[in-house]
């Protein structure tokens, strides 16, 4: 593949998978290596596994069928199965907002924005890039900020990896069963990828002359790219709370208090991986619950962007000196969110073997075992979540 059809081809799931290392997982990251330390580590990265394949599945059928996974559940099943895939995915995706926006507050307060303000500034950055009805313009932003965030991971992080004897730690106890479950929700499932990857790739990949073949193959590297890095980024958080032991993450100024000169550091990626999130969530929410219903024309996705964005922005503001009740909250709900995602993924992975539909692009029954054995997997995580609530 040449590197213009690879400059041309990027974007899609590179957006959706940089999205899963949001504000929540950030600060869950360092929440968990607070209480761990690297005993976690090991996890986050095979975490990289079932996240690649679940996402590779979905990227195939939207580069494939030209097609988001709601349009494809509503045309081969139903309108009824399609709302009950996604319907859930909404109500999860207005929680995310929340964590977003909280997130974002907490990084103006870090870089000495007033967060009120902050909140405000970035609201209206929101609208502008959604009211902008260019999703190319769209995602060469959300490139941008992806790129903001790595880069800050980078220069926050110092030279504090070192091997223990404790590294590939594991433990039954009910905390760490948690913190197990609340790594798998935050990492592998955000309901909100699922939809954003095969929705964003289906618009973009329709309007390139590149075969099949190519797309399928970048769908891909990209995939496993994104999920690698994601995933660094994570660690990287991570290694960031075994240094500040004792604070709450979610309290500012503990925060600043702890980085020391890093606090800003700290602030841009709060503020890049949640805006990021953010406008990731607002257009699969959109795409999602439209497609299902097949009115998925542009006033309808503001109508749904209205529905999630401003409560959630008014509720932060209005609360905003109760972030930690927010975040157990939204831990609690990454723990069960591989429930929420059964159902669509249980169809995303019988849509991908079907030949009709997919062709000589169908999964083999050996890559269909593959993913189904890795979709149980996460959903037991899930369970573990329930269990242990």
Request: hydrophobic fraction near 50%; glycine fraction near 6%; charge should be neutral.
């Amino acid at each position: 593949m040449s590197i213009r059809d690879s400059i041309r081809l990027f974007g899609p799931a590179w957006i959706a998978l940089l999205a899963d290392s949001d504000a929540a997982s950030i600060l869950g990251g360092v929440s968990t290596g607070e209480e761990y330390g690297y005993k976690l580590i090991w996890f986050v990265l095979i975490l990289s596994i079932p996240l690649f394949v679940i996402q590779e599945a979905v990227g195939r059928l939207g580069a494939v069928t030209n097609s988001g996974v709601s349009k494809l559940v509503r045309q081969y099943y139903s309108k009824r199965v399609s709302l009950l895939s996604t319907v859930p995915i909404f109500f999860v995706d207005f929680f995310t907002y929340l964590s977003e926006y909280s997130g974002i507050s907490i990084g103006c307060y870090l870089i000495g924005i007033n967060p009120l303000i902050g909140l405000l500034l970035f609201f209206t950055l929101h609208i502008m890039i959604i009211l902008s009805k260019n999703y190319e313009i769209t995602e060469k932003i959300l490139i941008l900020i992806s790129l903001t965030m790595i880069i800050s991971s980078l220069i926050i992080i110092e030279p504090k990896l070192y091997f223990t004897k404790d590294i590939f730690y594991f433990s039954t106890s009910k905390n760490f069963l948690f913190f197990l479950a609340v790594n798998i929700g935050a990492v592998v499932t955000p309901p909100c990828m699922l939809i954003y990857q095969s929705s964003a790739t289906a618009l973009k990949y329709s309007e390139l002359s590149i075969n099949k073949s190519k797309k399928v193959r970048w769908v891909n590297l990209e995939t496993l790219a994104g999920s690698l890095v994601t995933e660094l980024v994570i660690v990287f958080s991570e290694i960031i709370g075994t240094g500040i032991l004792n604070i709450d993450p979610t309290n500012a100024q503990q925060l600043v208090n702890a980085l020391n000169q890093f606090h800003y550091i700290f602030g841009i990626i709060l503020i890049s991986s949640g805006f990021l999130t953010l406008i990731v969530v607002s257009l699969s929410s959109a795409w999602g619950v439209l497609e299902a219903l097949d009115k998925n024309n542009y006033n309808n996705v503001i109508k749904i962007y209205i529905i999630e964005s401003i409560p959630a922005m008014i509720i932060i503001a209005l609360l905003s000196n109760n972030f930690s009740e927010i975040f157990d909250f939204v831990l609690t709900l990454l723990s069960l969110s591989p429930l929420v995602i059964a159902i669509p993924a249980i169809l995303i992975g019988i849509l991908i073997r079907n030949k009709k539909i997919m062709k000589e692009f169908s999964y083999t029954k050996s890559r269909s075992i593959l993913y189904f054995i890795m979709l149980s997997l996460v959903i037991i995580g899930g369970i573990i979540g329930l269990l242990y609530l």
